[in-house]
């Protein structure tokens, strides 16, 4: 009898450490440990490049490829998840893969028409614009008792397009925000803001709240914002103008664009952040672009003919919208025909550059990771659920090859 109650206990014991391991095991694999050391997060995202023109040996981004490189990670094996825009800022806040729509930037600022969802959490149909029910991180921030701030550069600008805060076109209307304005006597400093390229306006659960105006605000509060740690939201996600992020070149103000202009941005605003009270005690700045660059361009008689590759890292999956690809489809802007040809649904590489007191200067990653890896590194960094492809088996949060400082 207690020969059988000792190996019944003994057994216990075994399988108690049994399961604590692989509970450890599991947690140390999906999770980073110490992960939540951070809490302030800045995001900037630009446009439109791929990973050897950006960080090669004839970079026009030295700031960008050199020296912040070397204050912190060089994240090699980052990717877009898809092409042109839009739908790669969509997959960072929400995990939500593209539709036809949001894949070719959503010329028409449109209601998302819900027709189902599948059981990872990707909403089914056509559109843009997500009902409420389709959830995003800032909704989660909130829910969880976090901060967060969407900054704009130039919205507002012209508020015959757009307002100063929580700034888009009328539901349902054609997006005049598509291509860049030019300094006049109206509108003096020009408007090169761009709905596509912030996310937030793409979500009912956003745009309905009565404190979205101050959620989502020009870039110019940035400085104001960053003086005190109370007045710095926990996630801050940066969209520089069409200028500014590398989208145009040449701008329709007069200066170069394309990566001479993004790395002045950068020379300009990230000595501002790293030096911010919030960022010294705790934070983590990412520089990303959201998608690389055409594998080809031509010239034909009906206009520009561009082809993406479309590759994709860290199993991926097309969702439930896209359909079977090559796909081609045609967009204009400013006033010329663009004819693209996806070979595939994925961004392709791009490189990212991540800085933070938890990263060891000079660190170099070489781990793949996407758009869909970074917002599940954000809900791991704050304790959050994971959203629809963030939560993709197969998928991994920024891990100690990242972080080489916790």
């Known amino acids: 009898m207690y020969q059988h109650t000792w ?56 700031y960008l490829a050199q020296t912040l490189a070397s204050q912190g990670a060089m994240v090699h094996q980052y990717y877009g998840t898809g092409h ?4 790669n800022y969509i997959s960072m806040i929400s995990g939500q893969s593209a539709t036809i729509d949001t894949a070719n930037d959503c010329m028409t600022y449109q209601d998302f028409n819900l027709t189902g969802m599948t ?3 990707q909403a089914i149909g056509t559109g843009c614009v997500y009902p409420a029910s389709v959830k995003t991180l800032p909704d989660q921030l909130t829910a969880a008792g976090y901060t967060w701030k969407g900054y704009e550069g130039d919205m507002g600008n012209d508020p015959a397009r757009e307002a100063a805060t929580c700034g888009h076109p009328t539901l349902n209307t054609t997006d005049l925000t598509q291509s860049a304005e030019a300094p006049s006597a109206a509108v003096p400093l020009g408007d090169q803001y761009a709905t596509r390229h912030n996310p937030f306006m793409y979500f009912h659960s ?35 103008n069409l ?10 103000n007069g200066q170069p664009g394309g990566l001479t202009s993004a790395d002045a941005f950068l020379q300009k605003w990230v000595p501002i952040i790293t030096a911010s009270p919030a960022f010294q005690q705790d ?13 080809t361009v031509t010239t034909s008689a009906s206009g520009q003919d561009l082809t993406f590759a479309g590759t994709t890292c860290c199993s991926q999956q097309p969702g439930p919208n896209l359909g079977v690809f090559p796909q081609t489809s045609s967009l204009t802007y400013k006033g010329l025909t663009i004819n693209l040809t996806k070979q595939s ?4 590489q791009t490189g990212a550059v991540m800085i933070s007191k938890f990263i060891k200067p000079g660190t170099v990653s070489t781990v793949p990771y996407n758009h869909y890896s970074l917002l599940r590194s954000l809900e791991d960094i704050f304790g959050l659920n994971y959203l629809g492809y963030a939560a993709q088996a197969g998928l991994v949060s920024f891990g100690p ?3 080489t400082n916790l």
């Open 119 to 121: 059981s990872d959490g």
């Open 7 to 62: 190996m019944r206990a003994l057994f216990a014991i075994v399988l108690a450490a049994i399961i604590g391991a692989a509970i450890a095991a599991c947690s140390s694999s999906s999770y980073p440990q110490g992960l939540q050391k951070i809490k302030h997060v800045f995001v900037i995202t630009l446009e439109n490049e791929n990973y050897a023109t950006t960080f090669g040996a004839n970079t026009k981004a030295p």
């Open 345 to 348: 649904y994925g961004g392709d």
């Open 206 to 240: 956003i745009i309905d709240s009565p404190d979205c105006g101050q959620h989502v605000v020009n870039l110019n509060n940035l400085t104001t914002d960053l003086q005190s740690i109370s007045t710095t939201a926990n996630f801050n996600l940066i969209t520089p």
């Open 243 to 252: 200028c500014d992020d590398g989208h145009d070149a040449p701008c329709v």
């Open 84 to 87: 042109v825009s839009l739908d």
């Open 283 to 295: 934070g983590l700045l990412i520089i990303n672009f959201d998608e690389s660059s055409y594998a």
């Open 401 to 403: 090859d990242i972080f």
